[in-house]
């Protein structure tokens, strides 16, 4: 997030598109109830009626894939009607005349065609937004696992320049981080092309300076991403795989193809707290401990730096993944010798200029926000305040694109994926803990009741689900939470793995697999 | 009677959310939301509220597992560890430190995200290290 | 007042009443609850007055449960305020604690937070230190009474709304001590929705709640949704009054109405 979650709560208009906040994220929403009860307008664009389209002074259902079309006509409205901010336009960015350009075309009228949301709901969405005094973007998933994710993302940073609503409290563009650390891993350099603090691989300055600091040579070569490591297992280019804490067979998309590369690994390691359907495949399994039984920090969607603190011993025999790291190293040659997480704080610090000034003592009481760049750095509330990384903020003029895949007579429903409230990512922290279970045990199909009409189909009926890629079967739910022609899956339930289906197609420049779109066809199962 | 709590952050989404958890001889009894935590002043969610259950769920894996003739049999650390780490050598003597692939976890500390990333990088001298950041 | 805590405690740790103290402490940069064993401890006691007085409560009595449940045959001690003290009380009654194995040290609230809470006795009968303040009407109550039917139910229809079902108004409300809980039920309310069934879901933990909440507003504060629960069950509280003169907690040994009239007591 450019912004924290706290200053949401004081913003005067909140854009909500492609996250269900309320289920993913729910202490993020909380604030923007708390906005809306301090009289913010709130827009939210969800293809389904999520719990947060209720409270919405609007609320619009775009069609898969066409966020781009909705993004442009919001800013087209907007630059019609002049309620651009002018001023930060030409102080802080460049390229601004180039999106402008660009969004001439699509009016209303197109873009209502391409999104099927109406055209009085586009102009409302601009006014809101466009005159808000302070406007915050909150995105998720629903943005960016397309194959125009890329181009998602940098149309909200679009729109939040054309409107001045970035560098200041309560705007900005954040993206609600899924994972509790997938910022944190993300700034550890758990990326094949960055060292910690996105120090890139291929520069020579940050080679040597890692090489110095960690006494051996390193590659300069960007190395392979999670769908071209699954790629090189199968064309047999990558020999062994080591997962730490990931379960790609649910994760992923098209969990047929998942399953080849996986079993085609000369050496699959999986170290995991359960017995995951990855560690299924496994050649070793290793038990790591869980949160509860370690020390440590975890870096939230807000990029704050917080402690994690050990509860009680390790579980059976499991130990600390930071152990079982170093007892590998030292058997492969290269020796690591850390007594504690805390000694391995003092490294961070020392290597990642964002983390330099942040030490287990100075996390005590509520943490820190980077970057803080020295000890005496109180952290940083939101970014690009007075200017962006870059220096001037870059628009980007950006041309619709459709979803990878489209429905047809054989496959003629559209289905998107997602959480809900009581699950998380793969299920296997939640479908292990008993109250969360016995409130959703199973996997479901939302169908629009029109829909299940025509097809037979009634409540909790066992449907068949297939793809271009595969084929499940699960119980249906019927809701107008999704309209005609669109269903939907939480991907959380390896008995209707939801990823059986998905599309692996990816965005060119992120490598996101677009799985929020592809096309089914539903049956009543035999 | 040995009652504890121990203060954290949440292990499931983004948020970030601070709880004690509340530990009774050794077993994690309740989690309770801090109150004065900057994020979630004392409230959570339901996962959140139930945090500790999974932790002590007997589904957990409690010892190193190795394949073999096609099945698992546990096995002891120094044997899971030679396995691992003798097989990965002979993989990058053979076919060098590119054919080795490395899947972080977002679920992991910052530490542990930190020191396997340098086992990728520095122990096999490849930058194939990748986590689910984008699933 | 925190210095009379401390000396309390510490005359019952010394004479050895207590096997242990049930309190605040300061620590990591938060107020937290904490079992005080030793005289050393006592110096990171604090009263849960943190920014505003009473922004660091907790259900000290649910951790009291928790501990006798496992250690019947040992006395504790525990912080309470005038909320707190009625929960004992109740507690009791429902035979979830033995009066007898607990020695409760009290506080009274100041005035601000006695107002805040709209607390109708903000003190405990006995406390260490401090003086008592007046109590405080339901003025939130009377606020919604005030509007008409119509309004009344769009008024809390929009705040169920919001509702994640956390379960977080009964996980830390300390007089929710019942095995089973109603609210799980999928005959009585359907699970895996949010927000949870409207009005069932509030209504049945409100229906609950009657001659059992004593008022501490611990759910209140616990909502992600910022759902004015304690409005609720204030008003629900306040029928039981009428109904049948009887406030939880304010008359020691004097049961629920409910309590009698179900004759089953804890399910």
């Known amino acids: 997030m450019t912004n924290s979650v706290a200053e949401l709560e004081n913003s005067a208009c909140i854009f909500v598109i492609g996250s269900n906040t309320t289920s993913s994220h729910p202490l993020v929403a909380t604030r923007i109830f708390r906005a809306k009860q301090k009289g913010a307008k709130l827009i939210v664009a969800d293809p389904r009626k999520i719990q947060l389209a209720l409270m919405a002074d609007t609320y619009v259902r775009q069609n898969l894939g066409t966020d781009v079309a909705l993004i442009n006509g919001i800013m087209h409205v907007i630059l019609d009607r002049g309620w651009q901010d002018q001023g930060f336009i030409e102080e802080r960015t460049e390229g601004f005349e180039t999106v402008k350009e660009k969004v001439r075309s699509y009016t209303p009228e197109k873009v209502s065609g391409i999104t099927g949301i109406p055209e009085e709901d586009i102009v409302k969405i601009a006014e809101d937004f466009g005159t808000a005094q302070t406007a915050s973007i909150v995105y998720c998933m629903g943005i960016t696992q397309h194959v125009t994710g890329v181009d998602n993302v940098k149309s909200l940073a679009n729109l939040a320049m054309l409107t001045g609503n970035v560098g200041k409290e309560s705007t900005g563009v954040n993206p609600l981080r899924g994972q509790n650390n997938v910022q944190g891993a993300c700034d550890m350099g758990g990326l094949p092309n960055v060292y910690p603090g996105y120090q890139a691989v291929n520069m020579l300055d940050n080679q040597k300076k890692f090489e110095s600091i960690w006494g051996t040579d390193l590659s300069d070569q960007v190395g392979r991403t999670v769908s071209d490591m699954l790629g090189g297992l199968s064309d047999g280019s990558l020999k062994a795989l080591y997962v730490m804490g990931e379960n790609p067979m649910l994760s992923d998309p098209d969990t047929a193809h998942v399953e080849k590369a996986l079993k085609a690994a000369e050496l699959l390691v999986v170290q995991d707290i359960f017995f995951t359907p990855t560690a299924e495949l496994a050649h070793v399994v290793l038990p790591g401990s869980s949160f509860a039984e370690k020390d440590g920090t975890f870096t939230n969607t807000e990029r704050r730096v917080m402690r994690v603190r050990k509860a009680i011993e390790p579980v059976g025999d499991s130990r600390p993944d930071w152990q079982i790291i170093q007892e590998i190293s030292n058997r492969l ?119 299940a009409g025509q097809l037979g189909i009634r409540e909790g009926d066992e449907v068949e689900v297939s793809s271009r890629r595969g084929k499940i079967r699960t119980k249906t739910v019927l809701t107008e939470r999704v309209k005609e022609g669109l269903v939907f899956m939480p991907f959380h339930f390896v008995e209707s793995n939801a990823n059986a289906l998905t599309n692996p197609a990816l965005d060119p420049i992120a490598k996101i697999p677009e799985l929020k779109v592809c096309a089914v066809r539903v049956e009543k199962a035999a | 009677m040995d009652y504890r709590t121990a203060l954290t952050t949440c292990t499931y989404c983004g948020c970030g959310c601070n709880f004690y958890l509340e530990v009774l001889d050794g077993q994690i009894i309740d989690t309770i939301p801090c109150k004065t935590s ?46 691992t780490a003798s097989k990965l050598r002979e993989i990058k003597d053979n076919c060098g430190g590119n054919s080795v692939g490395f899947l972080s976890s977002a679920k992991a500390t910052n530490e542990e995200n930190y020191l396997f990333q340098k086992l990728a990088r520095a122990a096999l001298g490849t930058n194939n290290i990748d986590h689910c950041a984008r699933l | 007042m925190i210095d009379e805590v401390k000396k309390r405690v510490k005359e019952l740790l010394d004479s050895g009443e207590i096997k242990g103290f049930l309190g605040l402490r300061d620590m990591h940069g938060h107020v937290g609850p904490h079992l005080f064993h030793e005289e050393s401890d006592l110096e990171t006691m604090v009263l849960g007055d943190g920014k505003r007085p009473g922004d660091s409560r907790y259900p000290l ?61 903000p003190y405990p009968d006995d406390f260490v230190g401090g003086e008592k303040v007046e109590g405080c009407a339901h003025g939130s109550v009377r606020q919604v009474d005030d509007m008409d039917l119509a309004a009344r139910f769009d008024h809390w229809m929009k705040e169920f709304e919001k509702c994640i079902k956390c379960y977080g108004c009964r996980d830390i409300c300390p007089m929710c001590f019942c095995k089973e809980c109603s609210l799980e039920s999928n005959e009585l309310i359907r699970t895996g929705e949010i927000p949870p069934e409207m009005p069932v879901f509030h209504l049945t933990r409100a229906v609950h709640m009657a001659g059992r909440c004593i008022d501490c507003g611990l759910c209140n504060e616990a909502c992600p949704a910022d759902i004015p629960l304690r409005t609720l069950y204030k008003k629900v509280a306040d029928i039981i009054d009428e109904e049948f003169h009887y406030r939880p907690g304010y008359v020691a040994d004097q049961k629920s109405p409910l309590n009698i009239l179900s004759h089953t007591g804890a399910e």
């Open chain 1, 333 to 451: 040659g290269y020796s690591m010798d850390y007594d504690s997480p805390e000694a391995i704080l003092k490294e961070i610090a020392e290597v990642t200029p964002s983390y330099s000034g942040i030490t287990y003592e100075r996390l005590e009481g509520e943490g820190l926000q980077w970057p803080c760049p020295d000890e005496g750095h109180p952290g940083t509330k939101f970014l690009h305040k007075d200017a962006f990384a870059r220096g001037k903020g870059l628009f980007h003029a950006i041309d619709f694109k459709p979803p990878a895949e489209s429905v047809d007579a054989n496959y003629p429903f559209w289905l998107t994926t997602g959480r809900i409230h009581v699950h998380y990512h793969t299920g296997t922290m939640t479908r292990n803990s008993p109250t969360l279970h016995s409130e959703v045990p199973e996997g479901s199909l939302e169908i629009n009741p029109g829909d």
């Open chain 2, 38 to 83: 900057p994020v979630n002043e004392g409230k959570l969610c339901v996962k959140g509220w139930n945090v500790h259950e999974f932790v002590q769920s007997p589904n957990r894996l409690t010892r190193p597992l190795l394949r073999k003739n096609g099945a698992f049999e546990e096995a002891s650390w120094d044997e899971a560890l030679d396995f």
């Open chain 3, 61 to 121: 009595n649910k951790q009291l449960i928790h501990l006798a449940r496992c250690y019947p045959d040992d006395t504790m001690g525990v912080l309470v305020r005038g909320c707190d003290e009625r929960g004992l009380k109740t507690l009791a009654t429902w035979n979830q604690i033995n009066s007898g194995k607990v020695i409760s040290v009290g506080i009274p609230c100041p005035q601000e937070l006695a107002r805040a809470c709209e607390c109708l006795r």
